[in-house]
C-alpha cells in the first residue's frame, strides 16, 4: 500500500512536472512566433525605394524569380556577402540583416511577397550605403548643400544595379565595383582588416567613420574638391580621385569648435576685410574699447554701422554699450596683419566660416593646431587660389601686403565642393594610416 501511494504521488509528480513543460514549451513556441509575426509585420527601412524598384519591374518579384541553382540564388549569396564582407568594409552588417524575411530559405505561398520585398529592401540599403557612405557615419555634419541634389540620382543608380543582378556572380562583381579604387580609401580598408584581427575597438569605430566618409565624397565624382579634416587640422585638395594639394590648418579650439558641413566654395577674395563675429566684438574687443580705444588703432579695427558706414569711434559713448545692446560692428582694415592675411575663401554656409590666410603663420609648426575661434586657417592659400581659379594670381602683389588695399574679389567659374569633416583615422598619400586625438569628444 505504501509503495502504490507513493508510486502514486511520483506520477502524479511526473504528469506535473509534464503539464509544466508542456505549458513552457506552448508558451516558448507562442512567444517565437509573436517574435516571427513582428519580424514579418515590421515596416520596411526604405519603402519608397523598394517601392520605386517594384515599379520599374512592374510589380514583378526578383529573388524569387531568379533561375539560379537552388543552393546558388542571389539571395543566398547576398546574406554570405553582407555577413563576410561588410565588417571589412567597415559596414554594419547587423543593419541589414536584420531587414531580411525571418525564413531565408523557401517562403510560404502567402509570404513570397514580403519575403521578396525584404530582401530587396537589405539589397538596397547595402549597396547605398556601399555606394555613398552609411548616413550614420555623418551624423554630425551640421549642414550638407550637396547631398540633396544628388539623392534621386543616387536613388535611381543602386536601383538600376540591382535591377541587373540574376546571379550570384553577377551579384560579387557588383558589390566589387561599388567600391573606390582610390589608394587612400584601399589602404584605410587594410588597416580595418588588421584592427578587425586585433580586436582594437576605437580604432575600429574611428576606420569605419572614414571609410564611410571616403565613399560619400568619391561617388560624386567630382573632378576637383576640398576635404578638410578637423582632427587631422589638415586639408587635401583632390583633383579626380587622387591628391594634388596637401596643407596643414589651424582649426578652432574645444571651446569655439570649427562645425562640421558640406558646401561649396564659390569665390576667393584678395586683401578681405575681416568682419569679426558678434561673439568676439562684445565679449573680447568692447571691455577693451570701454576702457581705451588705443585698441582698435592697435588692431586697425573700424566701427562700422548697422547701414555698413564707418564711425569714427571717438563720438560714441562707449561706457553705455553692453554685450546685449551694442549696435555696431567691427572690421579689420586689409594688410599683411589682417587676422584673415591676404587670401580669404568664401564658403556658403550657415555658419559664418571660412577658409583664409593667416598672419600668425607660426601657428603651422605646432603639432596641435586648435587656435581658432572656429575659422579655417590655411598653410598654403596662394597655391589653393591657384587651383580654384582659372587666372593665377600675381605673388608679388599679395606678398607685398599693402595696407589699405580695397578687397578684391575673385569668382570661381564653378563652384568647388568643400567637405569640412571630422575623421579621428585617416591616410597619407604614401599609404600609412595615422590616428588623431578626439579633441572635440565627438566620438
Same mark, same amino acid.
Given at each position: 500500500?505504501?509503495?502504490r501511494?507513493?508510486?502514486?504521488? !511520483?506520477?502524479?509528480?511526473?504528469?506535473?512536472?509534464?503539464?509544466i513543460?508542456v505549458?513552457?514549451?506552448?508558451?516558448?513556441?507562442?512567444?517565437?512566433?509573436?517574435?516571427l509575426?513582428?519580424?514579418?509585420?515590421?515596416p520596411?527601412?526604405?519603402p519608397?525605394?523598394?517601392?520605386?524598384?517594384?515599379?520599374?519591374?512592374?510589380?514583378?518579384?526578383?529573388?524569387?524569380?531568379?533561375?539560379?541553382?537552388?543552393?546558388?540564388?542571389?539571395?543566398?549569396?547576398?546574406?554570405?556577402?553582407? %555577413?563576410e564582407?561588410?565588417?571589412?568594409?567597415?559596414?554594419?552588417?547587423?543593419?541589414?540583416?536584420?531587414?531580411l524575411?525571418a525564413?531565408?530559405?523557401?517562403?510560404?505561398?502567402g509570404?513570397?511577397? &514580403?519575403?521578396?520585398?525584404?530582401?530587396?529592401?537589405?539589397?538596397?540599403?547595402?549597396?547605398?550605403?556601399?555606394?555613398?557612405?552609411?548616413?550614420?557615419?555623418?551624423?554630425?555634419?551640421?549642414s550638407?548643400?550637396?547631398?540633396?541634389?544628388?539623392?534621386?540620382?543616387?536613388?535611381?543608380?543602386?536601383i538600376?544595379l540591382?535591377?541587373?543582378?540574376?546571379n550570384?556572380?553577377?551579384?560579387?562583381a557588383?558589390?566589387?565595383?561599388?567600391?573606390?579604387?582610390?589608394?587612400l580609401?584601399?589602404?584605410l580598408?587594410?588597416?580595418?582588416?588588421?584592427?578587425?584581427e586585433?580586436g582594437?575597438?576605437?580604432?575600429?569605430?574611428?576606420?569605419?567613420?572614414?571609410?564611410?566618409?571616403y565613399?560619400?565624397?568619391?561617388?560624386?565624382?567630382?573632378k576637383?574638391?576640398?576635404?578638410?579634416?578637423?582632427?587631422?587640422?589638415?586639408l587635401?585638395y583632390?583633383?579626380?580621385?587622387?591628391?594634388?594639394?596637401?596643407m596643414?590648418?589651424?582649426?578652432?579650439k574645444?571651446s569655439?569648435m570649427?562645425?562640421?558641413? &558640406?558646401? !561649396?566654395?564659390?569665390?576667393?577674395?584678395l !586683401?578681405?576685410?575681416?568682419?569679426?563675429?558678434r561673439?568676439?566684438?562684445?565679449?573680447?574687443?568692447?571691455?577693451?574699447?570701454k576702457?581705451?580705444l &588705443?585698441?582698435?588703432?592697435?588692431?586697425?579695427?573700424?566701427?562700422?554701422?548697422?547701414?555698413?558706414?564707418?564711425?569714427?569711434?571717438?563720438?560714441?559713448?562707449w %561706457?553705455?554699450?553692453?554685450?546685449?545692446?551694442?549696435?555696431?560692428?567691427?572690421?579689420?582694415?586689409?594688410?599683411?596683419?589682417?587676422?584673415?592675411g591676404?587670401?580669404?575663401f568664401?564658403?556658403?554656409?550657415?555658419?559664418? &566660416?571660412y577658409?583664409?590666410d593667416?598672419?600668425?603663420?607660426?601657428?603651422?609648426?605646432?603639432? %596641435?593646431?586648435?587656435?581658432?575661434?572656429?575659422?579655417?586657417?590655411?598653410?598654403?592659400?596662394?597655391?589653393?587660389?591657384?587651383?580654384?581659379?582659372?587666372?593665377?594670381?600675381?605673388?608679388?602683389?599679395?606678398?607685398?601686403?599693402?595696407?589699405g588695399?580695397q578687397?578684391?574679389?575673385?569668382?570661381?567659374?564653378?563652384?568647388v565642393?568643400?567637405?569640412?569633416?571630422?575623421?579621428?583615422?585617416?591616410?597619407?598619400?604614401?599609404g600609412?594610416?595615422?590616428y588623431?586625438?578626439?579633441?572635440?569628444?565627438?566620438?
Amino acid at each position: 500500500m505504501y509503495i502504490r501511494q507513493t508510486s502514486g504521488k !511520483y506520477h502524479s509528480a511526473i504528469a506535473g512536472a509534464i503539464m509544466i513543460a508542456v505549458f513552457l514549451l506552448l508558451g516558448t513556441v507562442a512567444a517565437a512566433a509573436q517574435a516571427l509575426q513582428r519580424r514579418i509585420n515590421r515596416p520596411l527601412a526604405n519603402p519608397s525605394l523598394v517601392d520605386a524598384f517594384y515599379r520599374q519591374r512592374q510589380g514583378h518579384l526578383f529573388w524569387l524569380d531568379s533561375t539560379a541553382a537552388a543552393d546558388d540564388t542571389p539571395q543566398q549569396e547576398l546574406v554570405r556577402i553582407i %555577413k563576410e564582407e561588410a565588417p571589412l568594409q567597415g559596414l554594419d552588417a547587423l543593419k541589414y540583416l536584420s531587414m531580411l524575411p525571418a525564413v531565408t530559405g523557401d517562403p510560404e505561398p502567402g509570404e513570397r511577397l &514580403v519575403y521578396d520585398r525584404r530582401f530587396t529592401d537589405a539589397a538596397l540599403a547595402y549597396f547605398g550605403d556601399l555606394c555613398a557612405g552609411d548616413p550614420r557615419s555623418r551624423t554630425r555634419v551640421g549642414s550638407d548643400e550637396i547631398s540633396g541634389k544628388y539623392e534621386e540620382i543616387d536613388r535611381r543608380h543602386i536601383i538600376s544595379l540591382l535591377n541587373g543582378i540574376n546571379n550570384s556572380m553577377l551579384l560579387r562583381a557588383t558589390v566589387a565595383e561599388l567600391e573606390p579604387s582610390q589608394p587612400l580609401y584601399r589602404a584605410l580598408k587594410e588597416e580595418l582588416q588588421k584592427q578587425l584581427e586585433l580586436g582594437d575597438r576605437e580604432k575600429i569605430a574611428s576606420l569605419m567613420i572614414s571609410l564611410n566618409n571616403y565613399r560619400w565624397f568619391f561617388h560624386f565624382g567630382f573632378k576637383h574638391f576640398v576635404v578638410v579634416n578637423i582632427a587631422a587640422a589638415e586639408l587635401n585638395y583632390f583633383e579626380q580621385d587622387s591628391v594634388k594639394l596637401n596643407m596643414r590648418i589651424v582649426a578652432g579650439k574645444p571651446s569655439t569648435m570649427t562645425p562640421r558641413f &558640406v558646401t !561649396y566654395c564659390d569665390q576667393v577674395i584678395l !586683401y578681405p576685410y575681416w568682419n569679426v563675429p558678434r561673439s568676439i566684438a562684445v565679449n573680447e574687443i568692447l571691455p577693451f574699447c570701454k576702457k581705451s580705444l &588705443v585698441v582698435l588703432d592697435i588692431l586697425r579695427m573700424q566701427v562700422i554701422s548697422s547701414k555698413g558706414v564707418v564711425v569714427d569711434p571717438k563720438q560714441l559713448d562707449w %561706457k553705455k554699450f553692453t554685450a546685449k545692446n551694442f549696435p555696431y560692428r567691427f572690421r579689420q582694415s586689409t594688410g599683411c596683419d589682417n587676422a584673415l592675411g591676404v587670401i580669404k575663401f568664401n564658403l556658403s554656409s550657415p555658419y559664418s &566660416v571660412y577658409l583664409h590666410d593667416t598672419n600668425l603663420k607660426s601657428d603651422f609648426e605646432a603639432a %596641435k593646431r586648435y587656435f581658432s575661434h572656429g575659422c579655417i586657417r590655411i598653410q598654403k592659400p596662394l597655391e589653393l587660389a591657384n587651383e580654384l581659379l582659372d587666372e593665377k594670381l600675381d605673388e608679388q602683389f599679395l606678398t607685398a601686403s599693402i595696407r589699405g588695399q580695397q578687397p578684391i574679389p575673385k569668382r570661381i567659374a564653378k563652384p568647388v565642393p568643400v567637405f569640412v569633416l571630422y575623421m579621428t583615422a585617416d591616410a597619407t598619400v604614401a599609404g600609412a594610416v595615422r590616428y588623431f586625438q578626439d579633441v572635440y569628444d565627438l566620438l
